[in-house]
Nanobody, 125 residues
Framework: QMQLVESGGGSVQAGGSLRLSCVPS????????VAWFRQAPGKEREFVSA????????YYTESVKGRFTISRDIAKSTVYLQMNGLKPEDTGVYFC??????????????????WGQGTQVTVSS
């Protein structure tokens, strides 16, 4: 069973930046789609961004477009989420996920088989 390990979370002031990393422990992502989800206190886990290995297509939720960038280093089997212009509403636990979602359901967390434990991101105003 693939295990995902996230890192890079922390506390920043509004307008700051963080880069999250996700690696598959003892394995590689191969052709899997890798996504980031986040969960704020008292809220459901929501889709943030995804990267499809095939074609390198990327997807973002509307609220982070232009501020966040997802990328994949195939040689290192690492997926990054560069987060710039952070806002207090970006606060939450960020989870890395991997799977083979159909395109129309790429934002659906139930389509992902593998999950990390999450990394906390806190943005203060």
């Amino acid at each position: 069973q693939m295990q995902l390990v996230e890192s890079g979370g922390g506390s920043v002031q509004a307008g700051g930046s963080l880069r999250l990393s996700c690696v598959p422990s003892g394995d590689t992502f191969g052709g899997l789609t890798v996504a980031w989800f986040r969960q704020a206190p008292g809220k459901e886990r929501e889709f943030v961004s995804a990267h499809r290995r095939s074609g390198g297509y990327t997807y973002y939720t509307e609220s982070v477009k232009g501020r966040f960038t997802i990328s994949r280093d195939i040689a290192k089997s690492t997926v990054y989420l560069q987060m710039n212009g952070l806002k207090p509403e970006d606060t939450g636990v960020y989870f890395c996920a991997a799977g083979r979602p159909i395109l129309s359901a790429i934002r659906d967390r139930s389509m992902y088989n593998y999950w990390g434990q999450g990394t906390q991101v806190t943005v203060s105003s």
